[in-house]
């Protein structure tokens, strides 16, 4: 069965605490990438992957962190300095030829802080 | 950097009716698009792409056009069906970048 899997699918964070997302893929993909989402916001890109150990930060960076210690794996840390954190977050995978590029996504973490 | 706007925000059909949705783009660059469906709570699926040595691509209900020149392509549903209801995104991008995606549109079809 391959895919991307996302976990915890609902999290619930106190303000002050960080939270790690976790993202994993099978699908061998080389770039991986972290999206947020708000209701009428479309899909916001955080930070992205190309290859193992090096990610670019994306428009809305501020008050998150990554990792990109194996292909497989890109967690996504909410730390306490991002203002306005529940959101639903959305990690893709994508091979990077030029003709598959084809961008798969997970199924989703809703974060909700109390 | 990509700038993509998507229109409408909201398009509501009866059951059989056709459907589309149309997105702009601002790099001469992006050579790329596709379209998403997200249905509530999941995350979006790719429902058909296409990419810019092409004008149109179809596949059964669903098709896409591009037109270079202009900046915009259109996602066209024919005889909708109440399992079509959802949000739609568009996306574009240079082979290799992130995409960058509109803002959504939510579909509802009425039987």
Redesign the interface.
């Known amino acids: 069965d391959g895919g991307?899997t996302?976990s915890p699918k609902y999290l619930f964070r106190k303000e002050g605490q960080n939270v790690t997302l976790s993202c994993e893929q099978n699908l061998n993909h080389d770039a991986m990438?972290w999206?947020r989402q708000d209701p009428?916001?479309?899909?916001?890109?955080i930070y992205?992957s190309?290859i193992v150990n090096d990610f670019q930060k994306?428009d809305i960076a501020e008050g998150y962190s990554v990792s990109r210690e194996k292909k497989e794996s890109f967690p996504l840390t909410v730390t306490s300095a991002q203002k306005n954190p529940t959101a639903f977050y959305?990690c893709a995978s994508r091979s990077?030829g030029?003709?598959t590029?084809?961008?798969?996504?997970?199924?989703?973490t809703?974060l909700t802080v109390l | 950097g990509e700038n993509v706007e998507q229109h409408p925000s909201t398009l509501s059909v009866q059951e059989g009716d056709s459907a589309v949705i149309k997105c702009t783009y601002s790099d001469s660059a992006s050579n790329y698009f596709p379209w998403y469906k997200q249905e509530l709570g999941k995350g979006p699926q790719l429902i058909i792409d296409i990419r810019s040595n092409v004008g149109e691509k179809k596949d059964q209900r669903i098709a896409v056009t591009l037109n270079k020149t202009a900046k915009h392509f259109s996602l066209h549903i024919t005889e909708t069906q109440p399992e079509d209801s959802a949000v739609y995104f568009c996306a574009a991008a240079e082979a290799g970048t992130a995409l960058i995606f509109g803002k959504g549109t939510t579909l509802s079809v009425s039987s």
């Open positions: 991307i996302q990438y999206y009428g916001q479309g899909l916001r890109l992205y190309q994306g959305l990077q030029i003709s590029d084809t961008q798969y996504f997970g199924p989703g809703r």
